[in-house]
């Protein structure tokens, strides 16, 4: 076992317990296991000195050379599970092992569960917010008609000011005159009682 592996070996647990004791974690050489911490949840048969074998996620980080993670089916280890994987490279750059990890089924059907939730939540908010666009729609052309029907009004309110003022004035004259014909008879009257007095 080369130093780096060992090194990564002395740092699984630590792995574990950021990732959750849920999930199992193993590393590798090209070749075999050799160290695996079983999860509390997803416990697959495996110890070190076992090989690695084919259609694993140690198997696919190994042969790829780079991250991977997908469903590892029933057939490899008896039970399914989430794996996720990444090659432990030396110095040079060459692949000499794998830090692997798995995700018990039921952890990532709830995850999958969230997603949906969590999707169906957004087409529902998606859903609100075009409601709430519409009815804002629908205020702004209320709105715009009140502010039409206002104009409207205010114009009839001018015309009928106006003819208020003609109907005012053909009052005062119509007031105006009426007082010179009573002032007229009133003088005619006054004249007719003495005769003898002009009165100019």
Same mark, same amino acid.
């Given at each position: 076992?080369?130093e780096?592996?060992?090194?990564f070996?002395d740092?699984?647990?630590?792995?574990?317990?950021?990732? /959750?004791?849920g999930c199992?974690f /193993?590393?590798?050489?090209?070749?075999?296991?050799?160290?695996?911490?079983? /999860?509390?949840?997803?416990?697959?048969?495996?110890?070190?000195?076992d090989?690695?074998?084919?259609?694993?996620?140690?198997?696919?980080?190994?042969?790829?050379?780079?991250?991977?993670?997908?469903?590892?089916?029933k057939?490899?280890?008896?039970?399914?599970?989430?794996?996720?994987?990444?090659?432990?490279?030396?110095?040079?750059?060459?692949?000499? /092992?794998?830090?692997?990890?798995g995700?018990?089924?039921?952890?990532?059907?709830?995850?999958?569960?969230?997603?949906?939730?969590?999707?169906?939540?957004?087409?529902?908010?998606?859903?609100?917010?075009?409601?709430?666009?519409?009815?804002?729609?629908?205020?702004?052309?209320t709105?715009?008609?009140?502010?039409?029907?206002?104009e409207?009004?205010?114009?009839?309110?001018?015309?009928?000011?106006?003819?208020?003022?003609?109907?005012?004035?053909?009052?005062?004259?119509?007031?105006?005159?009426?007082?010179?014909?009573v002032?007229?008879?009133?003088?005619?009257?006054?004249?007719?009682?003495?005769?003898?007095?002009?009165?100019?």
């Amino acid at each position: 076992m080369t130093e780096k592996l060992e090194q990564f070996v002395d740092f699984l647990p630590y792995v574990q317990q950021m990732m /959750g004791a849920g999930c199992t974690f /193993g590393i590798s050489d090209r070749e075999k296991y050799i160290a695996y911490l079983p /999860g509390k949840e997803l416990v697959l048969p495996l110890k070190p000195g076992d090989p690695i074998k084919a259609g694993s996620m140690a198997d696919k980080v190994i042969t790829g050379g780079q991250q991977a993670s997908n469903l590892v089916g029933k057939e490899i280890f008896g039970v399914p599970y989430m794996g996720i994987g990444i090659p432990i490279k030396d110095d040079n750059g060459k692949v000499i /092992g794998s830090l692997v990890g798995g995700v018990p089924v039921t952890v990532q059907e709830e995850v999958n569960l969230m997603i949906a939730r969590m999707t169906d939540d957004m087409k529902a908010f998606e859903s609100l917010i075009t409601d709430i666009v519409v009815t804002i729609q629908e205020y702004a052309e209320t709105i715009n008609n009140l502010c039409n029907s206002a104009e409207l009004l205010t114009s009839k309110i001018n015309v009928v000011n106006s003819m208020f003022e003609v109907i005012k004035g053909v009052s005062d004259q119509t007031h105006l005159e009426s007082r010179v014909v009573v002032l007229m008879l009133l003088r005619r009257k006054l004249e007719s009682m003495l005769p003898s007095r002009k009165f100019r």
